[in-house]
Structures are given as C-alpha cells and as structure tokens.
C-alpha cells in the first residue's frame, strides 16, 4: 500500500501539468509546440536514466534510492511554483524526470523482495493501478485547486503531498531483512516462494544486460511496452488539455470527463492484470501463458484507440479511449511483474525475463518440430533443468552461465 500511494503521488506531480497547462500557457504566451516540449522535457531524463538508475538501485538498494528520489522530485514540483517562464518549467520538468527514473523500477524490486511469485501479479498491479486511479482523483482535485487559487497553488499542492510521501516512505519502508516486525515465519514464506535475494548484486549486471540487449525476444517486448507507453502517456499528458481546445469544454468539465477512461482502467488494472492471473496461476495453470495470454490480448484492445480518431462526439471518444486504456492497463502489471523474476533492477525498463528468455516455451516448440518427437522430449528435460538452475542461483552471472548451458545442450 506503500509503494501504491508513492504512486498515486508521484502521478499527481506528472499530471499538474495536464490540468494546468491551460492557464499557464495563457500567462506565458506559449504557443502548442512549446506546450508540447513541456510535456516532452520529463520524458527526456526519465527514460534516458532508466537502465542507470536500475545500476544504482542495484549497488544502492530501495530504501536509499527511494528517499533521495521521492525527496527530490517533492522539490521539483515545489520549484515550479515560483518560476517565470518557459524556461524555468522546462528546467524543473527535467528535474522531476531525473527523481521520478528510479521510482517504478524500485517498486518493482521491492515487490520481488517482499512478495513470493504467486501473490506477484496483484501486490504489481496495486502500486501500477494507482497510476491509472491518480488520473481520477488527481485531475478534478488538481482542477479544484487550479481554478479556485490559481495554477501555481496546484503544484504546490501536490509538492506538500509528496513531502508527506517522502516522510511516509523514511519512516515506514524497510526490506525485510530490515523490518524487526517481521517475523521468522513470515521471512521464511517470502523466500520459499521465490522472493528476490536482498543485498547488492553481483558484479555480472553488465554480462547480463549485454546479453539481453542481444536477445530479440527481449527487443520485441520493448517495442510493444514503447507502443504501450506512448498511448498512456497520450492520454496522460493530452488528454484533458484536448477536451479543453477542441471539445470547448471547462477545465472543470474536462476533469470529469478525463476520470472516466482511468477508471475503468484501474479496474481493468486490478482485475484482470492482478486478481485473474493470481487466481489462474494459484488453479494450476502455466504461469508463463497465463501472463503471455493477458499481455498480447490487452495489448490488441489496446487497438480500440483508433476508434477515437474517427469520430468528433466526445462521448464516443471517450468509450474507445475507455476500452483502449483498459486493455492496456491489463497487460501491463505482466510487464511490470517480469523484472522482479531475476536480480538486477538494470534491466527493468526492457521488460526481460530471464527464464523465459533461456527456457522460452515458443523456442521450444520450434525446436521440437526441427528435432522430431525424441528432440522434443530431449528439450523439456533440458528446459526443466535450466530453469531449475536458474532458480536455484538467482544472479545474473547464474543466469548467463544457464543461458550458455542451454545453448551447449542444444548443439
């Protein structure tokens, strides 16, 4: 619930923007395109520092990492409010990008830590709905504050509630070797579900990248989480702003209108990306095509976007753009669920799943096809075996040396 409300917050910071944007662009002068580089400028430093700040987690750990994060990007949002122009809240933008990097990739390996495998997808899913659900309270709350006292006293207003976060995470979170509340049987529950080892990896993170990056499996997860964000981004960043130029509405009505696609996609977060794999994983089913299955479907609903291109009612633009979101808000507690399957955060923003990347189930049926029915006996002993290495060593030197076995047992 932590690491969910650092969410909610964090998302606050990233859409004051949206909301307010019409009146800060009336007060500076700003034309569409300099909007649009304001909008742009988080995205720069947030996805640039993906991969290093996946390395500092790793040497550093969570609960640093995330005090130094949830503070600094409390004192970018705070910086906005007493800028003059362009250029001071494209600088402050940067900077939140910069604090808010480390944020998802953190939950993300504090999730691995605390939860055992089968309890992954809903424990993800809460702290990746709350990203969806800070678009239905944020936006109208936001909006209030904008309208009554001004856009300046909106990102004030989410700057003290991100210092009320930073407070919340110093005093509360620890990982569980850490926690003196947690008890010997718990601890002992956690790990032998297959929770992540705590402490700082081995020195293999770089061997283990370097590999990935040459994988095309993982090259193709993502270009679909790419596609996957620059529609929720879209929608994130656009959205009420559009309603506000092209449909004529008040930034008021614009908020409320903007809360419906996020609410039926943190529903579509929890139930499906978190509850439904949870349940069919616990009923016996494959784990791996379980999360393939909600992954490419919600990604395919996703397609419903196309829909609001083609007609000019708002109602029905907001429907498709409902169903879109949901779909996609679906797959992606899956994606956000692989990285805490192996050790090195330094991975995170590629999606990679170290398991399915060396024991992948596809792979093995083509070579099962190649070799005839003994090969493919010969592949889902060899596969069990790996897998059962890489379980067992859990780092990512282990988990490159699997590879190369796989690959010598193959030839």
Request: overall charge negative; glycine content about 10%; aromatic content about 12%.
């Amino acid at each position: 619930m932590l690491l969910g409300a650092g969410v909610l917050v964090n998302y606050f910071d990233r859409i004051n923007l949206s909301v307010s944007g019409p009146q800060l662009q009336h007060e500076f002068g700003l034309t569409t395109a300099e909007m649009g580089l304001l909008f742009s400028a988080f995205f720069w430093s947030y996805a640039l520092l993906q991969i290093p700040t996946g390395l500092v987690l790793d040497r550093f750990g969570v609960t640093l990492v995330g005090r130094i994060g949830s503070f600094l990007w409390a004192a970018a949002t705070l910086l906005i409010t007493i800028v003059s122009g362009f250029g001071g809240v494209l600088a402050a933008r940067v900077v939140l990008g910069v604090a808010e990097a480390p944020a998802f990739p953190a939950n993300s390996k504090a999730t691995g830590y605390w939860f055992p495998r089968k309890e992954r997808a809903l424990s993800t899913a809460i702290f990746d709905a709350a990203a969806k659900f800070s678009n239905v309270i944020g936006v109208p709350v936001v909006a209030l504050v904008s309208v009554s006292f001004g856009w300046r006293w909106g990102f004030g207003f989410t700057a003290f509630l991100s210092f009320l976060y930073f407070l919340a995470f110093l005093i509360f979170y620890r990982d569980p070797n850490e926690d003196a509340k947690l008890s010997q049987a718990e601890r002992d529950y956690i790990h032998a579900g297959g929770a992540t080892p705590e402490g700082q990896s081995d020195s293999g993170a770089g061997r283990m990248l370097g590999y990935l990056l040459a994988n095309r499996k993982v090259w193709g997860l993502t270009i679909g989480f790419a596609a996957y964000g620059y529609t929720f981004y879209l929608f994130l960043t656009w959205l009420p702003g559009y309603l506000v130029q092209t449909m004529h509405m008040s930034i008021l009505k614009s908020a409320g209108f903007s809360t419906i696609p996020w609410v039926c996609a943190t529903i579509a977060d929890l139930v499906v990306g978190g509850w439904l794999i949870d349940h069919l994983v616990a009923k016996g089913m494959d784990d791996s095509r379980v999360r393939k299955t909600v992954l490419i479907c919600g990604m395919l609903v996703g397609l419903a976007v196309f829909g609001a291109t083609q007609t000019t009612n708002p109602v029905w633009a907001i429907v498709w753009i409902s169903i879109a979101l949901s779909g996609l808000s679906a797959a992606a507690p899956v994606g956000w669920s692989i990285p805490s399957r192996i050790t090195d955060a330094s991975v995170e923003a590629f999606g990679g799943d170290v398991d399915e990347v060396i024991v992948d189930r596809d792979f093995e049926l083509d070579m099962g096809k190649t070799l005839g029915e003994d090969g493919q006996d010969r592949i889902d002993q060899q596969g069990r075996g790996v897998a059962h290495h890489v379980d067992a060593h859990r780092s990512s030197g282990a988990a490159v040396e699997a590879a190369q076995v796989v690959e010598a047992r193959l030839d």
